[in-house]
Nanobody
Framework: EVKLVESGGGLVQPGGSVRLSCAISGITFDDFVIGWFRQPPGQPREGISCISSSDGSTYYGDSVKGRFTISTDNAKNLAYLQMDNVNAEDTGVYFC????????????????????WGQGTQVTVSS
């Protein structure tokens, strides 16, 4: 059974930084994609970033390019989302997810492609 557990959320000041972690267990397939998504209050879930296990290629949504960085620690079965220079629009519940198989290069951040999801961690950007 694939299990994902996010951590690291909380209250962050505008312009500040925070790092989210996703502990992943139970993966038995060779190729997969780890994605980060967020859901602002009253809005649909939005793809933020993803990383391919096969070649380490990364993808970012336009709203976070240059500010957020996705990475993994394969030895610890962890994925990270480093969030820098955050603003109020970054507020929301952040989820990590796994897609078995290869990246869908045309739309890599579409939530529909991801099969396994964590419960989410809240990030609130406010002074």
């Amino acid at each position: 059974e694939v299990k994902l557990v996010e951590s690291g959320g909380g209250l962050v000041q505008p312009g500040g930084s925070v790092r989210l972690s996703c502990a992943i267990s139970g993966i038995t397939f060779d190729d997969f994609v780890i994605g980060w998504f967020r859901q602002p209050p009253g809005q649909p879930r939005e793809g933020i970033s993803c990383i391919s296990s096969s070649d380490g290629s990364t993808y970012y949504g336009d709203s976070v390019k240059g500010r957020f960085t996705i990475s993994t620690d394969n030895a610890k079965n962890l994925a990270y989302l480093q969030m820098d220079n955050v603003n109020a629009e970054d507020t929301g519940v952040y989820f990590c997810a796994v897609r078995p198989g290869a990246v869908i290069r045309a739309t890599p951040l579409l939530p529909l492609w991801y099969e396994y999801w964590g419960q989410g961690t809240q990030v609130t950007v406010s002074s």
